[in-house]
């Protein structure tokens, strides 16, 4: 059984960064795409960012475009979330899921696709 944990989240500046980890275990994630989520106190949960199982293709929420950038290493299990420029707007309990990579790209899997849960990190952006 394939299972996620988050890691890498904390308190951090307006304008400063973060990388977040999201290692599996039980199970190789070179067939998954992996996606990252998040959810705000009080708001829906949203997706940010996603990538194929190869690494080859990845999508961004408007959001975060152009300051997030997510990549993976399947030698080493992991997909990471690097997270530049934050914003308080970025606070929020961060996820990291795995879908196997069956969908069409760029588009990528779709939030209810996702089956496979990380516990989530606690990203708090504030001065």
């Known amino acids: 059984q394939l299972q996620l944990v988050e890691s890498g989240g904390g308190l951090v500046q307006p304008g400063g960064s973060l990388r977040l980890s999201c290692a599996a275990s039980g199970l190789t994630l070179n067939y998954y795409a992996i996606g990252w989520f998040r959810q705000a106190p009080g708001k829906e949960r949203e997706g940010v960012s996603c990538?194929?199982?190869?690494?080859?293709?990845?999508n961004y929420a408007d959001s975060v475009k152009g300051r997030f950038t997510i990549s993976r290493d399947n030698a080493k299990n992991t997909v990471y979330l690097q997270m530049n420029s934050l914003k308080p707007e970025d606070t929020a309990v961060y996820y990291c899921?795995?879908?196997?990579?069956?969908?069409?790209?760029?588009?990528?899997?779709?939030?209810?696709?996702?089956?496979?849960w990380g516990q989530g990190t606690q990203v708090t952006v504030s001065s």
């Open positions: 899921a795995a879908v196997l990579d069956t969908a069409p790209w760029p588009e990528g899997p779709k939030e209810a696709d996702f089956g496979s």
């Open positions: 990538i194929s199982s190869s690494g080859g293709s990845a």
